[in-house]
């Protein structure tokens, strides 16, 4: 199997809802700061130069994909089975990492026990075999290339987990925050894993762009 050569894998920018429960059951678009930073990610790309940029078929995601595209002046494409987490009820809720459904979940899932999920959402095994097929289907799609994937937070996060050589779920915490618009650059590593050249980096321009949003309040600190 031909593989792309570098991948660059990314969450998409902010939304216009960044405090709330974003699951794919909330196909929410980019906030003004969230059009900054993925105009910024797209220079950024520039002198990279990819190849192809992919993404989810969810609006936000999209929305970042495409000026990079323009940027690189590349092809792109959809791949909707790499759609942000399902969460059922908790779509539009408060977000909170400290208590609630989410650390309930991610304590078990770290403590090994990834069925473990709340009403109407997928768990971590829910996930890791839906997004490792669709992971496996964009690459293959672009054998020998530089590709760009645009997805979602949990996303990226389950994928790492699964994908990359020495990381199981158990390194869900260790592993870093998937901040906005930040990237994973991975290479193919040996029996179909892969490697990380770096991990959930926030490039230098768009964190330009958020320093100079926190006086008017508009980076979230979710």
């Known amino acids: 199997m031909s593989l792309p050569e570098r991948v660059w894998l990314l969450r998409h920018a902010e939304t216009t809802a960044p405090h709330v429960f974003n699951g794919a059951e909330s196909d929410v678009d980019l906030s003004d700061l969230g059009r900054q930073q993925a105009a910024a990610v ?11 940029v992919a993404s989810s078929a969810m609006i936000r995601a999209i929305n970042t994909a495409a000026p990079i595209a323009a940027a690189c002046g590349v092809p792109r494409s959809v791949f909707p089975r790499l759609h942000e987490r399902r969460i059922g009820p908790l779509a539009g809720q408060p977000f909170d990492t400290q208590i609630g459904p989410w650390h309930d979940t991610t304590a078990a899932w ?3 026990n990834t069925a473990f999920t709340t009403e109407g959402a997928e768990s971590f095994d829910d996930l890791a ?17 530089r590709l760009v994937v645009v997805a979602h937070g949990i996303v990226i996060k389950v994928l790492l987990l699964c994908i990359l050589e020495g990381y199981d779920v158990r390194q869900w915490t260790a592993i870093g925050k998937s901040a906005n618009v930040s990237v994973s650059e991975l290479v ?35």
């Open 129 to 145: 075999n839906r997004l490792v097929p669709a992971w496996n289907e964009v690459v293959r799609a672009h054998p020998g290339g």
């Open 42 to 52: 797209a220079g950024w790309f520039a002198p990279l130069r990819p190849t192809a």
């Open 110 to 112: 770290t403590a090994g």
């Open 188 to 222: 193919p590593a040996v029996g179909g894993k892969w490697r990380a050249e770096s991990l959930l980096v926030l490039p230098e321009p768009v964190a330009a762009v958020n320093a100079a949003a926190v006086p008017n309040g508009l980076v979230s600190s979710a």
